[in-house]
């Protein structure tokens, strides 16, 4: 009877199904890997320095919370304006720089992502109902599309907590209104605003006329007037 040789073929046929598991099981790691290394949180802490670094000192020190030089390294001094700026805003006074602090200054984290966005609109939120509660619904949205006109125009930042952080902007930054409970209308408003709504008429500043002090606001051109604001250019 003729010998049929079966032994070696097995074997030879186990070793390229196991080489194949093997460079699956690689793969599916390295895949891993590189998401990982795509969603992990870059933190600008003590210790760190360059460009981000640079911009979160720039930003403080226009917004008067840093005293120091524009250097792009995160030294004590840096450490304590972003401590100083996380106090005054409600955030976690750890001074370490990551996504939330990042979004409230308005600078995009190396590890940004969507949440961004839900950033911004929690945070214009929060500054319609400090400076609108109260107001007709109307009323909170032209609070909202004034904010979003600065960033348009060339006197302002450029970002959403740029505008909403400028030194002197709104006057519930410095009385403690921005730190209060956010009504649910302002959330409503703020993403009307963001979706284009503006009932201000493309104003960039408002004022309540039975309040306001500054003349020379007084003497900017009127735009409308809803609720108890007048807005104007």
Sequence with gaps: MERIQLSK???????????????AIIATFAISSLKTLATTEVLSKMGSSGSEVREIQTR?????????????????????????FQKKNG????????????????????????????????????????????????GQVAVGA????????????????????????????????FNEPVAESAYRAARDALNGWDPSGGAIYYYNPKTATNQWIRKRKVITTIGTHVFCM
Excluded at 9 to 23: E, G, Q
Excluded at 113 to 135: F, K, M, V, W
């Design 9 to 23: 073929p097995r074997i030879k046929h186990s070793r390229v199904i196991l080489r194949l598991i093997v460079a």
């Design 60 to 84: 403080l020190k226009n917004w008067g919370y840093y005293k120091g030089n524009v250097d792009g390294i995160f030294g004590s001094k840096t450490r304590d304006a972003v401590i100083l």
């Design 91 to 138: 955030l976690k006074a750890d001074g370490i720089a990551g996504p939330q602090t990042l979004a409230a200054m308005g600078i995009a984290s190396k590890s940004s992502s969507p949440s961004s966005t839900q950033s911004n609109l929690n945070l214009l939120a929060r500054l319609i109902s400090a400076e609108a509660r109260g107001e007709p619904y109307t």
């Design 146 to 177: 004034v904010v979003l006109n600065r960033i348009e125009h060339p006197s302002f930042p450029d970002t959403i907590a740029g505008v909403i952080y400028q030194k002197d902007a709104f006057t519930c930054i410095a009385d403690g209104q």
